[in-house]
């Protein structure tokens, strides 16, 4: 009984993948089920996905000799590259409706950890990211004990924690300080780029990669009996991904050098990497027992529990992921500007991280996101400020803008729920 209702639980709300396993006839059988779960409140990343096509579409009629050329796109991808990595790990938080509203600042204290290990030790690169990597694996051990064990709200924890780790950063930096980060490698991360022939193979391989885990799913699915998508929507998902691959790599394997003479050209390592953390953490929260518990867990914690579920272990999980993806966050984030201050993860940070993964579609509520909705709703994030910059607009519309932007997308999840609900989707 209660696993049953784990599974009620969770299929209504959402989860990681399974939900688009229909038995459908055709290509035209699948669309009529798609445009039903949409009308039934199911949105998904439809919203985020018309988002970024809209916004690209208005930016490039009022810039069209700026926006889509090579090197607007290349700084595109580092801009949005720290706040995906952060938003992919509030994703996981957001799943079982808690929140982390010092992940931000977490990304800053770790990002001041490798510095000073960089600057003042002279550590190895290797040493430091480490560092740094184990420092926000610790501080999340920290916050989902308080959380899972102690039973404290998520709010009011990292909320007190929000100040303190800021009191940290400033601590290791001093007031008013800068800490420089000059190692090459870390710097690479941001400043430099894949050679265009690797980019390529890459790409291919991605493409390649996605089509065989797609086909092999399909595959398993029939010869086990199970629920499964025509195989023409399986062939037309794994297109658009190839067209999207392939289009992103030709573009960021052009020229971008501003002067002749210097050939500047390739995928930035920070694509790479944000690819290679999408790719696991996919896998994590769709293919694993694991996944499919926080899922539970975020659908209805006292069923779960029912059912055997460790729930505190769970909570403290997530809180742990959390802060290990804001360290790497803080990383690219130190790689992208050069320095380490002591406000770096503060500010905005987490706001547009927040922004990112609710309007990629992860609710608010708990219980339905992808780690794909961090870096659909963090590119339409980035794409507002970098369009914003472009047309020399002042930095108060920004803020306008974006709030207005994550108001709606908030909107639009409560209203899917509610409709969700009223049709028994």
Same mark, same amino acid.
Do not use: C, M
């Given at each position: 009984m209660s696993s049953n209702t784990i599974t009620g639980?969770?299929?209504?709300?959402?989860?990681?993948?399974?939900?688009?396993?229909?038995?459908?006839?055709?290509?035209?059988?699948?669309?009529?089920?798609?445009?039903?779960?949409?009308r039934g409140g199911d949105l998904g990343a439809l919203p985020a996905i018309l988002g970024i096509l809209a916004l690209g579409l208005l930016f490039?009629?009022?810039r069209p000799e700026t926006f889509l050329t090579p090197r607007n796109m290349a700084n595109l991808a580092d801009q949005a590259a720290p706040i995906i990595i952060l938003a992919m790990g509030l994703v996981f938080i957001l799943l079982l409706g808690d929140i982390d509203l010092s992940a931000g600042v977490v990304s800053g204290v770790c990002a001041a950890v490798m510095?000073?290990? %960089?600057?003042?030790?002279? +550590? =190895?690169?290797?040493?430091? *990211? /480490? @560092?740094a990597i184990v420092t926000g694996a610790a501080i999340g051990l920290f916050t989902g004990s308080l959380v899972g064990l102690i039973g404290i709200p998520s709010f009011v924890v990292t909320l007190a924690l929000f100040l303190g780790w800021q009191g940290v950063t400033l601590r290791l930096i001093g007031q008013g300080g800068t800490v420089p980060v000059r190692d090459e490698v870390v710097s690479a991360i941001s400043d430099k780029n894949l050679p265009v022939v690797l980019g390529w193979v890459l790409a291919l391989v991605v493409v390649?990669?996605?089509?065989?885990?797609?086909l092999n799913r399909?595959?398993?699915?029939?010869?086990?009996?199970?629920?499964?998508?025509?195989?023409a929507v399986v062939l037309v998902r794994i297109g658009v991904i190839a067209a999207v691959v392939v289009l992103v790599t030709a573009v %960021?394997?052009?020229?971008? +050098? =501003?002067?002749?003479?210097? *050939? /500047? @050209?390739g995928i930035p390592y920070a694509i790479p990497l944000v690819v290679i953390l999408l790719l696991a953490l996919s896998f994590v929260l769709?293919?694993?027992?694991?996944?499919?518990?926080?899922?539970?867990?975020?659908?209805?914690?006292?069923?779960?529990?029912?059912?055997?579920?460790?729930?505190?272990?769970?909570?403290v999980s997530v809180f742990v992921i959390g802060s290990t993806l804001a360290a790497i966050s803080g990383i690219v984030a130190a790689s992208r500007l050069g320095s380490v201050a002591p406000g770096s993860g503060g500010g905005n940070t987490l706001l547009y991280a927040v922004g990112a993964a609710v309007i990629g579609g992860t609710s608010l509520f708990g219980g339905r996101g992808r780690v794909r909705d961090a870096v659909l709703g963090g590119l339409v994030v980035a794409i507002i400020a970098n369009g914003l910059g472009l047309l020399g607009t002042e930095a108060y519309l920004n803020f306008i803008i974006t709030g207005g932007v994550l108001l709606l997308a908030a909107s639009v999840d409560a209203l899917a729920r509610r409709r969700a609900a009223a049709t028994g989707h």
């Open positions: 639980s969770t299929s209504a709300q959402e989860p990681g993948g399974f939900e688009g396993d229909r038995s459908t006839d055709s290509l035209g059988g699948a669309a009529r089920a798609y445009v039903a779960r949409v490039f009629a009022l510095a000073k290990l %960089l600057a003042d030790a002279g +550590a =190895p690169w290797y040493v430091a *990211v /480490l @560092a390649a990669l996605y089509a065989v885990l797609q399909w595959r398993t699915q029939q010869a086990k009996g199970l629920a499964s998508q025509p195989l %960021l394997s052009l020229d971008r +050098a =501003p002067a002749a003479g210097v *050939v /500047l @050209a769709g293919r694993t027992s694991f996944g499919r518990h926080i899922y539970a867990v975020g659908g209805n914690a006292e069923a779960a529990r029912r059912a055997g579920i460790n729930v505190t272990k769970i909570k």
